[in-house]
């Protein structure tokens, strides 16, 4: 069974750094593009980063120049090390990968992960 599980998260004030990670486990043969996304209090969820397999990455504007997204292949883990973070910053952050596990091979299934908690006090 493949899941996606969040940590990292917590509360920090204005100005701070937070690295979340997120990890694949399960029977994964291997994980395409990769993101996180982040639902601030009452407000929908927003694409903040993503990565493709090969490293390309994008990011929302609100976000460039303050956090970077990476991965570790041989891990099946990403990355999201935030700094400089301001209060809206504060969100639910979830990752979401298209991977492919030996009960989907050869297709690509998305999944979410449960989320992890960023506060950011001023």
């Known amino acids: 069974q493949v899941q996606l599980v969040e940590s990292g998260g917590g509360l920090v004030q204005a100005g701070g750094s937070l690295r979340l990670s997120c990890a694949a486990s399960g029977n994964i043969f291997s994980i395409n593009a990769a993101g996180w996304y982040r639902q601030p209090p009452g407000k929908q969820r927003e694409l903040v980063a993503g990565?493709?397999?090969?490293?390309?990455?994008n990011y929302a504007d609100s976000v460039k120049g303050r956090f970077t997204i990476s991965r570790d292949n041989a891990k099946n883990t990403m990355y999201l090390q935030m700094n400089s973070l301001i209060p809206e910053d504060t969100a639910v952050y979830y990752c979401n990968a298209d991977l492919i596990s030996s009960s989907t091979w050869p297709r690509p299934v998305n999944y979410w992960g449960q989320g992890t908690q960023v506060t950011v006090s001023s």
């Open positions: 990565i493709t397999r090969g490293g390309s990455t």
